[in-house]
């Protein structure tokens, strides 16, 4: 990834978990960033900041203004209801690709979920696959991502499991033998920058990204992994579907639109494969991880701790 020509990428999720991370990438190597920010900004080198939100088509117009490259990594992943979803994961993807036409931009980069392998689970997959459909058939030369589960310093999700191993136990879904993908979000941001340019092999191709590892973890052996990252022996526990449907209702009871625990999360948090399609990873002559998740949870965990959060 290089700034050659300073070029001006278009920003959305630029002040979020992954979004906030690429664009420190980004400005390190030589783009101008036009970033879309709900609130104000601390001003900084090469960057501009655009107050609006994906709701707005007018800020979406101005924070593509003068750009050649969109990378669209805002999107709603968790909400009380269908319409927040739909709003954010498909109206929202519509307004950033008719405010890049409208401006010109040439390249389309879109981070997607591999929830919207399995749209029938939840709305968020339903919606997260109809965003896809949106920017395949929008006639830019677009590439989409679908990161599987992201973890690294700052990521409040994985805090959760953190926080469970702290007490020797850590609750995964009710087949505890299911398989899932991970990846550190400085791999998944190089992996971004790595497809920001051009290139005949990823033009209109929907890629599948994780750590690199030769088989898919298993629920139990990445519990026990965030366990030896704390320096504890933890007890992964299969949490039946009933029980965390249970969890929802007190979640939303007591938290009302802030839970964490929806029922639309419930149904993809029970699904037994959340593992990459090797078929479908990235050409490693564009990019491959070089974080080995051990070690990245390892880091995590002292990040937490240096900064209070555990």
Known sequence: ??????????????????????????????FFVRALTRTKQDDRPNVTWVRGALNNRKSLDQLCDGAQIAVHIAGVVNAPDRESFEAGNVAGTLSMIEASKQSGVQRFIHISSLAATQPDLSIYGETKAKAEKIIASSGLDWTIVRPPWVYGPGDKDTLDLFKSAKFGFVPIPPDTDGKLSVIHVDDLCA????????????????????????????????????????????????????????GAKLDRLFRRNRAKLTQDRVSYFCHDDWSIDPKKRLPEQIWKPKIDTLKGLLKTGRWYRQNDWL
Do not use: C, Y
Request: aromatic share 6%; hydrophobic share 45%; charged share 20%.
């Open 191 to 246: 992996a971004i920058g790595a497809i920001v340019p051009a290139h005949e092999d990823l033009t209109t191709q929907i890629f599948e990204i994780d750590d690199g590892a030769a088989k898919p973890w298993t629920q139990s052996e990445f519990a026990k992994a965030i366990g030896a990252a704390l320096g504890k022996q933890i007890k992964p526990i299969g949490t039946p579907k009933p029980l965390l449907g249970f």
């Open 1 to 30: 990834m290089t700034g050659a020509k300073q070029k001006t990428i278009a920003l959305t999720g630029a002040t979020g978990f992954v979004g906030s991370r690429f664009l420190d990438l980004a400005v390190k190597n030589g």
